[in-house]
């Protein structure tokens, strides 16, 4: 089944402590993204990448980091997270910039700073 | 000023009504446009996809785009309970960077 996947779907962690959320996707997509959601401001780009080792900011980059080494996985990484970046973060894969129209989003992770 | 605006609703319509949902934006180099749907728990999935300026018609939804207003709707005709879920316009410049609006909550009433 073609598919985005994430994990974990549900985190707790404390402020300071270095976690990372991945993200795979099984369609040989070239374009994967990094967004959050939160309520009154919808969903907000935190990184994107066009293939592999090729990532640029969205919107929304601050306290993140991504990485790209292989084309399937894109994870999300927060070196020192702050209650400020509680919020429900969802990757999106599509086949390429050119079909960006389309991209394809896992299920969601909602991540809790404390 | 946000790049995207969005009503956010909630919207609650009976079954069978017709559903204008809308958003508005301010960077006039925006060609692509989006609107998505998010059911409750659920990652966004795309419902209709439209180049630059002028309509577009699948099915009960059509979509439209007035890029000298910049100004963007999506209609659903015949509404259905399963309509219900929140609605999410999206537009890029060149499809690396997106901005997504606040998303309209609608709810169809049997």
């Known amino acids: 089944e073609a598919q985005v996947t994430q994990n974990p779907r549900y985190l707790i962690t404390v402020t300071g402590k270095k976690l990372t959320v991945t993200c795979s996707q099984n369609m040989n997509h070239e374009y994967m993204s990094w967004y959050r959601q939160d309520p009154g401001l919808g969903l907000r780009q935190i990184y994107y990448s066009m293939n592999v080792e090729v990532t640029d900011k969205g919107d929304v980059p601050e306290g993140y980091k991504v990485s790209r080494k292989e084309k399937r996985n894109f994870p999300l990484i927060l070196e020192s997270p702050s209650p400020n970046q509680t919020s429900l973060y969802f990757c999106a894969s599509s086949l390429s910039q050119g079909a960006g129209y389309e991209q394809y989003f896992g299920p969601g992770t909602r991540l809790t700073v404390t | 000023q946000k790049e995207v605006e969005q009503d956010p609703g909630p919207l609650s319509v009976p079954e069978g009504a017709i559903v204008s949902l809308n958003c508005t934006y301010s960077?006039?180099?925006?060609?692509?446009f989006m609107w998505y749907r998010q059911y409750s728990r659920k990652g966004p999935e795309l419902l209709m996809y439209t180049y630059s300026s002028g309509n577009k018609e699948d099915g009960r939804f059509t979509a439209q785009v007035d890029k000298s207003s910049k100004y963007i709707s999506l209609f659903i005709r015949d509404s259905q309970p399963s309509d219900s879920a929140t609605y999410l316009c999206?537009?890029?410049?060149?499809?690396?960077?997106?901005?997504f609006g606040s998303g309209t909550k609608l709810n169809v009433k049997p």
């Open positions: 999206a537009m890029s410049r060149n499809f690396n960077k997106f901005y």
């Open positions: 960077n006039s180099a925006f060609q692509y």
